[in-house]
């Protein structure tokens, strides 16, 4: 389960309801009625959700959606080994790089110098809030995926 302080205004998120729309937060209220205002990221429904986190579902990290943020894909494999490696490379506007490696059920931030936790990512809105917290800006998609 997921907590409702873990999500973010700008967090691409699903209802258990219907998990066929993709919703995007637009504002949490954690004080009064601790309840949710979302909005359909195709423009539709839009609401107030209460209480928060109990209908609210993560959306899966996957490639379709770091290639939507503008990730470009390298496949490499290293001489003399039969492994092959996918790693997701972000270049930032200061020219840094935010590296995702995928593993078998994560994407895992590859070692960097301005980066001093490397946490697993499962969920789209975990890459968005470290994406937040690096940048002070919002990741949001390029391209739409659904």
Request: hydrophobic share 30%; no cysteine; charged share 30%.
């Given at each position: 389960?997921?907590?409702?302080?873990?999500?973010?205004?700008?967090?691409?998120?699903?209802?258990?309801?219907d998990?066929?729309?993709?919703?995007?937060?637009?504002?949490?209220?954690?004080?009064?009625?601790?309840?949710?205002?979302?909005?359909?990221?195709?423009?539709?429904?839009?609401?107030?959700?209460?209480?928060?986190?109990?209908?609210?579902?993560p959306?899966?990290?996957?490639?379709?959606?770091?290639?939507?943020?503008?990730?470009?894909?390298?496949?490499?494999?290293?001489?003399?080994?039969?492994?092959?490696?996918?790693?997701?490379?972000?270049?930032?506007?200061?020219?840094?790089?935010?590296?995702?490696?995928?593993?078998?059920?994560?994407?895992?931030?590859?070692?960097?110098?301005?980066?001093?936790?490397?946490?697993?990512?499962?969920?789209?809105?975990?890459?968005?809030?470290?994406?937040?917290?690096?940048?002070?800006?919002?990741?949001?998609?390029?391209?739409?995926?659904?």
């Amino acid at each position: 389960m997921v907590h409702a302080e873990e999500f973010r205004p700008g967090n691409y998120i699903l209802l258990s309801s219907d998990t066929s729309k993709l919703f995007k937060v637009e504002e949490i209220d954690l004080t009064k009625e601790k309840s949710f205002k979302i909005k359909a990221d195709t423009g539709g429904q839009e609401g107030w959700y209460a209480p928060a986190g109990t209908d609210l579902l993560p959306v899966v990290l996957n490639e379709d959606w770091l290639i939507s943020f503008g990730f470009k894909k390298d496949v490499y494999q290293e001489d003399r080994t039969p492994y092959v490696y996918t790693n997701f490379v972000l270049t930032l506007e200061d020219g840094k790089t935010i590296h995702l490696s995928k593993t078998e059920h994560n994407y895992e931030l590859v070692p960097a110098e301005y980066v001093t936790k490397f946490p697993k990512m499962k969920y789209v809105h975990k890459l968005q809030n470290h994406y937040e917290d690096t940048t002070g800006k919002r990741l949001e998609k390029n391209s739409p995926i659904f």
